[in-house]
């Protein structure tokens, strides 16, 4: 059973920085693409940023553009997202996602984190 668990969440100022990072476990990580996604409260889901399996292609929202940098240790089967010049906007439970080539065609992402809570203060 494939098992996401997202690490690192806190409170910080606006302007400053945070690590976040997703352990996968009980599957083949270096096959999965990977995203973050963020929730705010009373809002939807928002997508962060993709990277596929080998790091080649790597996508992120607008909104965190030039910001955010997410990365990925394929021999640790861990995934980062080291944020930058966070802003009280950025407040969010954030999610880490794994797409399974051999997963759903239906789902995009096949397996999902629990979240982890980031505060900025202004």
């Known amino acids: 059973q494939v098992h996401l668990a997202e690490f690192g969440g806190g409170s910080v100022q606006t302007g400053g920085s945070l690590t976040i990072s997703c352990v996968v476990s009980?599957?083949?990580?270096?096959?999965?693409?990977m995203a973050w996604f963020r929730q705010a409260p009373g809002k939807g889901r928002e997508d962060v940023a993709h990277i596929t399996w080998n790091g080649g292609s790597i996508v992120y929202a607008d909104s965190v553009k030039g910001r955010f940098t997410i990365s990925r240790d394929n021999a640790k089967n861990i995934l980062f997202l080291k944020m930058n010049d966070l802003k009280p906007e950025d407040t969010a439970v954030y999610l880490c996602a794994a797409a399974d080539p051999a997963g759903s065609p239906h789902e995009e992402y096949d397996y999902w984190g629990q979240g982890t809570q980031v505060t900025v203060s202004s």
């Open positions: 009980g599957g083949a990580f270096s096959n999965y693409g």
